[in-house]
């Protein structure tokens, strides 16, 4: 039996709400499958981007290099995540961050504009869209902020190990120092303490 790589996607969009089989076909259509090996970019920092990714296997990192060349990541996109550059893609200009594998990854990507145009189309993509939105870039983002700005070192990796449950072993520790914008010896002596 051939697997479908669709099947996630299909039952990522079923979480936020009904999409009409019209408007899930019409979906389908767009995406294309691709596979990166480790270290390939998704997107490059400065890049113009325009498409969505979603992971099917694989890991992907968002991040950008400080001025003094440290590595800040913003983001892991495990499995079923979308990944891509949502505020270069709503205001037409080079992304600020770049977004690479961390390991070999296969993803299902459509164009943004494209998925733009569908949600003018159907209603109920449209609603999948805004509650998406909603969730991810409104409520789980004001207490990510109010975490980094206020909550210790300590606090922000138990947070990440509940955010990303299964992610630890799949990171290196400078990856995961580097998300929690601390050194890899400070997540040590977390490590350590707890």
Do not use: C
Request: net charge neutral; charged share 25%.
């Amino acid at each position: 039996m051939k697997y479908d790589k669709t099947a996630e996607l299909r039952a990522k969009f079923a979480t936020y709400g009904t999409l009409s089989e019209e408007a899930m076909d019409d979906m389908m259509k767009l995406l294309r499958p691709h596979s990166y090996a480790k270290g390939d970019y998704f997107l490059q920092e400065g890049q113009m981007a325009k498409n969505v990714a979603f992971i099917v296997k694989g890991l992907f990192s968002q991040y950008y290099a400080s001025p003094d060349g440290d590595i800040v990541t913003k983001r892991f996109f495990p499995e079923n995540y979308f990944a891509g550059s949502l505020p270069a893609m709503l205001t037409h200009s080079p992304s600020m961050f770049a977004i690479r594998a961390l390991e070999p990854t296969e993803t299902l990507e459509y164009n943004f504009y494209d998925f733009k145009s569908l949600t003018e189309k159907h209603r109920d993509l449209a609603a999948f869209y805004i509650r998406y939105m909603e969730l991810h870039w409104i409520i789980e983002k004001e207490p990510l902020e109010i975490s980094f700005r206020y909550d210790t070192a300590k606090t922000r990796y138990i947070n990440f190990l509940k955010e990303y449950p299964n992610l630890e072993p799949r990171l290196k520790q400078h990856e995961i120092a580097s998300y929690l914008g601390i050194t890899p010896t400070q997540l040590s002596r977390i490590r350590a303490e707890m």
